[in-house]
């Protein structure tokens, strides 16, 4: 039969003590955790701050180019009234497509997100990075062309036109229009190496007769090259033989897809495993399946994939389809990468090292009054 001192003897005013004790840790830590400046000296996070200025101002030129033109803005789908959203069909329109997505990649953050996964790859000022992107995210050739500005960086891209829904689809805007109008404003200096079509067989299939015509007279009057080869394996030789004169002999630091392109995707379902974000790629599918993801990564070169927004959201921290947007500079990345990381992991091992004690004294006090 158990007795009165078999029972373990409860201390209300110690456990109290220890709720207390541990409630207050909870809300200093919390506190240091949300409020951690953000305008240290870290150099990372001070160019990703740039950048996505530097992408800001280019979004409120492309919103004046738009207006200029006399094109509304829709707010019932553009929200946040950037003039960086399409339509929902049009006869450049290639394929369906997320207007949630769309909306996401217009926050200028995205830039600092594109400065950091550049960094990852290693570059330096004055290095090549080769790009593909297609016009069905027109936000996010932004951002890489930003953070490329703010870098140093040489960006050698190629763009298709055509665009899903909600992307570059406006036929009176399109991508081609707002490279010329960001040209134009002084605030981005690298042209396109070559454009194409896009869409199905990279000839614009999927769009009706007037949109091809449309996007055809729109490329010769540019003056740029274009890039016509429905034979997939052809096309994507043309575009490395593109990058490589223009790198002029340099390495290419790193490949940054945009958007979901036939050339640059292939025809093979195993690059919808690549992940969202920086990638280094080691399994291949067959040479006459694979597109510029997979050539350049059999060379070597790091791959930085932008399609899968949703997927980029949650793995770099940043809020999806946000009203208003954040403004540039702000938000949980600014303390996830470069020092605030550092001080982010110390700070929670401090916090539990800290609850440990506490718990461990507890303990040991409850110890020290059962024998007395």
């Known amino acids: 039969m158990l007795t009165q001192r078999q029972f373990p003897k409860e201390h209300p005013k110690n456990n109290e003590a220890a709720v207390y004790i541990l409630c207050g840790l909870s809300v200093v830590f919390f506190l240091l955790m949300e409020f951690y400046p953000q305008k ?14 530097i992408m800001d101002k ?4 492309l919103k004046g180019c738009r207006q200029e033109k006399g094109l509304s803005i829709e707010r019932s789908t553009d929200i946040n009234a950037t003039g960086l959203i399409g339509v929902e069909r049009s ?9 949630g997505s769309k909306r996401t990649s217009t926050n200028p ?18 290095d090549a990075v080769a790009v593909g992107a297609s016009g069905s995210f027109p936000a996010l050739i932004v951002a890489m062309l930003a953070a490329a500005e703010a870098l140093g960086l040489r960006p050698l891209w190629i763009s298709s036109l055509g665009a899903s829904q909600w992307g570059s689809n406006h ?19 690298h042209p396109p190496l070559a454009l194409s079509l896009g869409g199905e067989g990279d000839t614009g299939e999927d769009m009706e007769e007037e949109g091809r015509q449309l996007l055809w007279t729109d490329i010769r009057e540019s003056g740029l090259p274009f890039l016509n080869e429905p034979n ?3 096309n ?30 292939g025809t093979d379902s195993m690059v919808l495993h690549v992940k969202p974000g920086l990638n280094r790629i080691e399994r291949f599918p067959a040479p006459e399946r694979r597109g510029v993801i997979y050539a350049m990564a059999a060379r070597g070169i790091p791959v930085i994939h932008l ?44 916090y539990f090292i800290l609850v440990l004690l506490v718990l461990l004294f507890m303990r040991k006090l409850e110890s020290l009054i059962e024998r007395k």
């Open 91 to 99: 006869i450049i329109t290639t394929s369906i497509g997320s207007l």
């Open 171 to 189: 036929p009176q805007f399109h991508w081609l229009h707002m490279w010329q109008c960001l040209e134009k404003s002084g605030l981005l200096s």
């Open 236 to 265: 994507v030789a043309s575009r490395m033989a593109l990058f490589e004169r223009a790198a002029m002999g340099r390495e290419i630091k790193a490949f940054i897809n945009i958007g979901g392109s036939w050339s640059n995707m």
């Open 307 to 350: 399609l899968y927004v949703r997927g980029l959201v949650q793995r770099y921290g940043l809020p999806w389809d946000p009203s208003p947007l954040p403004g540039p500079g702000k938000g949980a990345l600014y303390r996830t990468f470069g020092d605030g990381q550092k001080f982010l992991f110390g700070l929670a091992a401090v």
């Open 58 to 61: 280019a979004t409120e030129a």
């Open 109 to 126: 953050n995205f830039a600092g997100l594109v400065v950091h996964l550049l960094r990852e790859c290693g570059v330096q000022k004055g």
């Open 40 to 53: 240290g000296t870290d150099s990372l996070r001070n160019e990703m701050a740039h950048a996505s200025k």
């Open 232 to 234: 997939l394996a052809r």
